[in-house]
């Protein structure tokens, strides 16, 4: 029976660039071996030495995540579509505060000028001036200045989110401007906190930017993330996307997370007891194995796209609007314009928030992607996660 396989953009250099490949199989396994013959070296992505599929890879059949089914022994029907989606790690990047007429935390009326500068929002029923006031009283920590933490701060700070966090210690490379909105060819050289600031202030005056120059490790996560309401992840290495997940978590934070690489881009909401990052993707892949945005390229829009999602997930979060992401995987693959959504459990055998959990504490984050530790501009040492 022909069954339609979705080839990821990262995955595709091995499939002659196609996005869809059609073959006969009973059952899963017998499809992605069908694939792997007539394209060598797919399965090499898809299987381990065990042959069984790692932990970065989620297989899913017609939209429902095969270990909710019989694994790759789940039969198929002729017209069934599977789709394997790898881990994508890329977001931040490659390698002042306001002094508005109502301060972030005021339960006060809105200004005469916050009254005109935030009128599409007010006249909104779903937000209205008390919804603008809870956009004034959030506080949201936005991991990485890059690639999807420029939209996602940006979009925050036009709509009045009164308390902006930035986590970021990289300076500005030109490389940076393709996508990077918060910065500019005169900022080159900066350090990309600055430029955050001078563009956030230039936006809307009102917002309190707070600054953590500084690499988010395991020794200082819960005392930047505490103080926050919610908190986006926008990084660009699997270390950082563990640590902020399990602080996230241990700290009862929802976490709005995004990630993008080449076309491909995406995003989910994880809040705390409705499933983690570990869930998804309980190990990382092995290093070297999924490329960074360095090695492969990003396309700059598709940074935009998975921002603007995530600024979007944020303030349905702070009005409690609408249905979230939460146990939805959206993904967006740009080369055909199509949104994929995939439906995310909670995994009882989780190490963090599962039945009987293993993870209770922060670990050292390197060691656990076998990533080399970051280590901020001018810095000795190296700073671990």
Known sequence: MAVSVYIPSPFRRLTQNHEYVSVEGRNVAEVLDAVDERYPGFGNLVYDRERTIPAHINIYVNNQEIHDLSGTDTTLEDGDQVAVIPALAGGADDHANGNGAAPAGNPAALSPEEVMRYSRHIIMGQVGPTGQRKLRNA????????????????????????????????????????????????????????????????????????????????????????????????????????????????????????????????????????????????????????????????????????????????????????????????????????????????????????????VTELIDYDQFCGSPPLVAPGATGAAHH
């Not at 993707?281 to 960074?292: C, Q």
């Not at 995994?347 to 293993?358: A, E, F, H, R, V």
């Open 139 to 358: 506080k949201v920590l936005i991991v990485g200045a890059g690639g999807l933490g420029s939209p996602v701060a940006i979009y925050l700070a036009l709509a009045g989110v009164g308390t902006v966090g930035i986590v970021e210690f990289d300076t500005v490379d030109l490389s940076n401007l393709q996508r990077q909105l918060l910065h500019q060819t005169a900022d080159v050289g900066k350090t990309k906190m600055q430029s955050a600031v001078e563009t956030l202030s230039a936006y809307n005056p009102h917002v309190t930017v707070r600054q953590h120059e500084a690499p988010i490790t395991s020794d200082n996560a819960f005392e930047i993330i505490r103080d926050y309401d919610y908190v986006v992840n926008g990084a660009d290495n699997f270390a950082t996307r563990y640590l902020v997940n399990d602080a996230s978590y241990l700290l009862g934070k929802t976490l709005i997370d995004g990630s993008i690489l080449l076309f491909d881009g995406q995003a989910t909401v994880f809040k705390p007891g409705q499933g983690c990052y570990r869930c998804l993707y309980p190990t990382p892949p092995p290093p070297g194995l999924v490329p960074s945005c360095a090695e492969a390229g990003v396309l700059g829009a598709i940074t935009g796209i998975i921002g603007s999602i995530q600024a979007t997930e944020v303030f349905k979060q702070i009005l409690d609007i609408g249905q979230p992401l939460v146990g939805r995987l959206l993904l967006v693959d740009a080369l055909t314009m199509e949104f994929r959504t995939m439906k995310l459990r909670r995994d009882p055998d989780c190490p963090l928030c599962g039945d009987n959990p293993t």
